[in-house]
C-alpha cells in the first residue's frame, strides 16, 4: 500500500432508501489539514442532519458543492491529498460513511484502525462548539474518561481565553459600519424541510381548527404539591407531562384522533399506542421527538422522557428514530403561548394539540366573580378522517380530565357519555 496520495471521498450512503442528501455546512477548505474521524462536512436528509467525519489524514484538495446544494449518494464529496496507510480508504469505499449523530456509528467505528492514544478525544458535536468558539482542542485539558474533552471543557476553556483577551487586548477604536438595509438568507438545511413540510400540510391537509378555555387551577394545585412533595434533581413538573398523561386516557375513547394517514397505499392507519411527538424549539428550528409508548408510563417518567428528548433534539443529539414515528403532536410556547394558536398538523398524523399559556383571570361560578387560572387549547384536525363532532368530543373530554385531574388516573378516566 502507498502511504500518500489523493483520495476522492464520495457522499456515502445514509442508510434508510436516502438517495442524496444536502450539504448544510463545510468545517474545512481547500488547503485545510484533517485528521481521520474529524468532522468535515454537515449534511441532512429527510431524516436527520449528520456529520461526516474524515476517513483519512491529510491535506483538502477540493470540495464539491456549497451549502444547499444536493449531492446523489455515490457523487464525488471531498478530495483529499492522504497520508498513512491505505487501510482508510478501502474502509470508506466498502459500505455506508462513518455519519453520526452524536458521534461514530459502533459499525464504522468498528471498522477504523486503532488510533494514536495522543490524538485528541472529542465528539463532533464537542469539535463543532470548539471551532465555533475558535478554540484548537489540542489545548484544552479534558475532564472526561482518558482525558477526553468534554463540551463543558470547551465552555470553560472559551470563557478563560476570553477574560483574558478581555483584559491584554483593548478594544480598537474603529467606528462601526453603518447596518445593511437588508439581508438575505438561503433557505437550506433543517429550516428548508421544515418550509417544505409546513407548505404540504397546509396544501393537502383540509385544517379543522378547535379551541376550548380549560380552567387548570386544580392542575396547578396538583402540579404545584407535586413539586413540593417529590424533589428531584431536575427542574419540576410542567404542564406538558399532566397534559400528555391525560391525552393517552382521552383517546381511548377517540382512536381516530392517534392516527396517521399512509397517502401512497390510500389508508388510515389507527394506534392503539400513542406515541407522542413534542414539538421542540431548538438553535436548527423547530423538531418533534417522540415519547414512545406514552400510555405505558407514569406522570414521572413522562416528565423525565419528555425533559431528556427535547434536551437531546436541542444538541442536535436524537436519533433518527427519535424523530419518527409519532401517532399524535402536542406544542406548546410556554410562556409566548398567547390566547390562541392554529398549529399546523404534522403530517402524516391528523392532529395535533396545542398548549397557550395559563393566566388567572376573573371569571363567574355559581353567580359569583371569582380569580380562576385558565389556559387555552388550539387544536388543529385533518377534517378528512376527523369529523368536527369527534375532534371536539375528543378535546371536551381532555377538558373534564384536565378540569378534574384525579380523574387522570383512575383506571377508567373517561367521563360518562365517551364512546
Request: net charge neutral.
Amino acid at each position: 500500500m502507498s502511504h500518500s496520495g489523493q483520495y476522492t471521498f464520495k457522499m456515502p450512503d445514509l442508510g434508510e432508501g436516502t438517495v442524496e442528501a444536502e450539504i448544510v455546512r463545510w468545517y474545512v477548505k481547500p488547503g485545510d489539514s484533517v485528521v481521520e474521524d474529524q468532522a468535515i462536512v454537515e449534511v441532512m436528509t429527510d431524516k436527520a442532519t449528520v456529520e461526516v467525519p474524515a476517513p483519512v489524514t491529510g491535506r483538502v484538495l477540493s470540495v464539491s458543492g456549497t451549502p444547499g446544494d444536493k449531492v446523489a449518494v455515490g457523487s464525488p464529496l471531498i478530495v483529499f491529498e492522504s497520508q498513512g496507510s491505505g487501510g482508510p480508504l478501502l474502509a470508506a469505499e466498502a459500505g455506508p460513511a462513518a455519519a453520526t449523530l452524536a458521534g461514530p456509528a459502533p459499525a464504522a467505528a468498528a471498522a477504523k484502525p486503532i488510533v494514536a492514544a495522543s490524538r485528541v478525544m472529542a465528539s463532533p458535536a464537542t469539535r463543532r462548539r470548539a471551532r465555533e468558539a475558535g478554540l484548537e482542542l489540542a489545548t484544552v485539558v479534558g475532564s472526561g474518561p482518558r482525558g477526553r474533552i468534554l463540551q463543558s471543557d470547551v465552555v470553560a476553556a472559551s470563557t478563560r481565553a476570553g477574560m483574558t483577551a478581555a483584559v491584554s487586548a483593548p478594544a480598537p477604536a474603529v467606528a462601526k459600519p453603518p447596518p445593511a438595509a437588508t439581508t438575505e438568507i438561503k433557505v437550506i438545511g433543517l429550516r428548508r424541510l421544515i418550509a417544505e413540510r409546513m407548505s404540504e400540510s397546509k396544501r393537502t391537509i383540509p385544517h379543522f381548527a378547535y379551541v376550548e378555555e380549560v380552567d387548570v387551577t386544580e392542575l396547578e394545585s396538583l402540579r404545584r404539591h407535586l413539586n413540593e412533595t417529590h424533589k428531584t434533581d431536575g427542574p419540576g413538573l410542567t404542564y406538558l407531562p399532566l397534559v400528555l398523561l391525560a391525552l393517552t386516557r382521552a383517546l381511548i375513547a377517540y382512536p381516530q384522533c392517534n392516527a396517521r394517514y399512509d397517502a401512497e397505499r390510500g389508508v388510515l392507519v389507527r394506534h392503539a399506542a400513542v406515541h407522542a411527538g413534542i414539538a421542540t424549539q431548538t438553535p436548527e428550528g423547530l423538531k418533534v421527538p417522540v415519547v414512545r409508548d406514552a400510555q405505558r408510563l407514569s406522570l414521572w417518567d413522562l416528565a423525565a422522557e419528555i425533559r431528556q428528548l427535547s434536551e437531546r433534539a436541542r444538541q442536535s443529539r436524537s436519533s433518527r428514530e427519535e424523530l419518527s414515528g409519532s401517532t399524535i403532536t402536542i406544542t406548546s410556547l410556554g410562556k409566548l403561548g398567547g390566547i390562541a394558536s392554529t398549529p399546523v398538523i404534522n403530517m402524516p398524523e391528523v392532529a395535533i394539540i396545542g398548549l397557550n399559556k395559563a393566566v388567572e383571570r376573573p371569571v363567574v361560578q355559581a353567580g359569583s366573580i371569582v380569580v380562576r387560572r385558565i389556559m387555552n387549547l388550539s387544536s388543529s384536525f385533518d377534517h378528512r378522517f376527523v369529523d368536527g363532532y369527534d375532534a371536539a368530543a375528543m378535546i371536551q373530554t381532555l377538558k373534564e380530565l384536565l378540569e378534574h385531574p384525579a380523574t387522570i388516573f383512575m383506571p377508567d378516566p373517561l367521563p360518562r357519555g365517551a364512546s
